[in-house]
């Protein structure tokens, strides 16, 4: 079974970017220890723009939607209603490691 990886690209309100990186990297360090299946989760974000680039590996695609049940994500996923204004969430599998 491949690697199930996924990419995330949020623009956010200019207004909200520090508390938005504030509450995306605990997201990542909490999804990283605390999720087994978690393998990667980088946060990228633009020197010129409003937007935040995610790239995430899980063992699986049960690994990932286990992620999207977690408290952390769901506490992350309610502060994103008021500063995001655009989110595009893309799936792939990985051909190699």
Do not use: W
């Not at 970017?17 to 504030?22: E, K």
């Amino acid at each position: 079974m491949s690697d199930h990886v996924i990419t995330v690209l949020f623009t956010v309100k200019p207004d909200s970017r520090d508390q938005f990186r504030q509450a995306l990297l605990e997201n990542s360090a909490r999804s990283l220890a605390l999720e087994t299946g978690c393998k990667v989760f980088d946060v990228c974000e633009s020197p010129v723009a409003s937007e935040f680039f995610l790239y995430e590996v899980y063992a699986s695609e049960q690994d990932f939607r286990a992620h999207l049940q977690t408290e952390h994500f769901r506490e992350f996923d309610e502060l994103c209603l008021s500063c995001v204004i655009d989110k595009q969430v893309t799936s792939y599998a990985r051909l190699q490691n």
